[in-house]
């Protein structure tokens, strides 16, 4: 006797179908499913605001509501008020800096006046003395007074002791410029020191704002996708914990029928391939869509699935994914017939 095998939702459309005299053969039956999701509480706290409600259509990243976060935004404040200070140091500490460079610049200026004025000297006493050996030779003819050329060594004289008393106010700044300079180059270390400091507390401080950001993001109620609300577990003036459930949503807009297939019919069929579907209202009517197979099981499966005899082992069947795009009447559960599996006969009645 030829046996033939059905998965249980397979036997429940054929006695369906057989009611119906003008039902039309298929190769596979099914429910409707949709991808859901269950939106969890990302922050524990109050749920300030919740505003959903069962059957409502929400889109992808939609605030929908959001969970007290009064400490947050507290703790957050407290930090820009930190990095205000932290700023206000670094501009203090960039001032000192500035001032000890101008200073050692001030000092580098006096030794380079000081410096200026001794080539100054040197220039005059090497013309006074060339215009000393000048008026020599005229002494020597006739031509000129001793008083002309003693004036004249009394000029280099003069210039030779502010010369000397140059070189010993450089001497003594050059001492005083190297004591200020290594001053000033310890005080200058010291302040970049300080700045470093103020740049990693800085960082800290940003590290901070920055997870305090995430954690304020997380106390905004958002559905991951765009579908329609399917339950609402909690409301508004309620205690969230983090990772407690608020609702469930639902993408009904790109359903899928989840069907099985024997064995025999496996080999005649592969993902991305077309087939008809069609959605079953009961007593008779049907409507048709245009499906694509999206997935199929790489695991057989019993059925049914209560095994009572070990002749039914051999009665292996895959589950098969088809996507079918929703014109809004087909819900979540709703029976569904395939055909078009390539090779596959009618079921017989």
């Known amino acids: 006797m030829k046996r033939i095998t059905f998965s249980?939702?397979?036997?429940?459309?054929l006695g369906m179908a057989g009611c119906a005299s003008d039902n039309a053969a298929y190769d596979a039956t099914g429910t409707f499913e949709a991808t859901e999701v269950t939106v969890s509480a990302e922050s524990s706290g109050k749920i300030e605001s919740l505003n959903v409600a069962e059957g409502q259509t929400v889109k992808a990243g939609e605030r929908l509501g959001s969970i007290d976060a009064t400490q947050l935004r507290l703790k957050k404040e407290q930090l820009n008020t930190a990095k205000r200070q932290l700023e206000y140091n670094r501009q203090q500490l960039s001032a000192s800096k500035r001032q000890m460079i101008?200073?050692?610049e001030a000092t580098d200026s006096k030794a380079l006046d000081l410096g200026t004025q001794m080539a100054s000297l040197n220039q005059q006493i090497a013309n006074l003395q060339r215009e000393r050996q000048r008026f020599a030779?005229?002494?020597a003819d006739g031509a000129a007074t001793r008083k002309q050329v003693d004036d004249i060594d009394y000029q280099i004289g003069v210039l030779q002791r502010q010369l000397t008393a140059a070189q010993e106010q450089l001497r003594s700044t050059n001492q005083s410029l190297e004591a200020?300079?290594?001053?000033?180059?310890?005080?200058m270390s010291g302040v970049d020191a300080q700045?470093?400091?103020v740049s990693a507390q800085d960082a800290n401080i940003g590290v901070q704002q920055a997870q305090l950001d995430d954690q304020l993001s997380n106390t905004v109620i958002s559905s991951p996708i765009t579908g329609v609300v399917l339950e609402k577990y909690m409301e508004q003036g309620e205690l969230a914990t983090m990772g407690k459930p608020l609702f469930k949503v639902a993408d009904t807009g790109r359903m899928v029928l989840r069907a099985y297939i024997t064995s025999g019919q496996l080999r005649n069929v592969r993902v991305g391939q077309s087939v008809k579907v069609y959605a079953d209202y009961g007593n008779g009517e049907r409507k048709e869509y245009r499906g694509r197979i999206a997935w199929i099981s790489?695991?057989?499966?019993?059925?049914?699935?209560?095994?009572?005899?070990?002749?039914?082992?051999a009665d292996l069947v895959y589950a098969v994914k088809i996507a079918v795009a929703n014109d809004g009447y087909l819900k979540i559960g709703m029976y569904g017939e395939v055909s078009g599996l390539a090779g596959t006969a009618p079921a017989e009645k």
């Open 8 to 13: 249980i939702l397979s036997l429940a459309v």
């Open 102 to 104: 101008a200073n050692r």
């Open 137 to 139: 030779e005229l002494l």
């Open 180 to 187: 200020q300079s290594r001053s000033i180059g310890a005080q």
């Open 195 to 197: 700045m470093a400091g």
């Open 298 to 313: 790489s695991k057989s499966e019993f059925t049914p699935k209560t095994i009572l005899t070990d002749d039914e082992r």
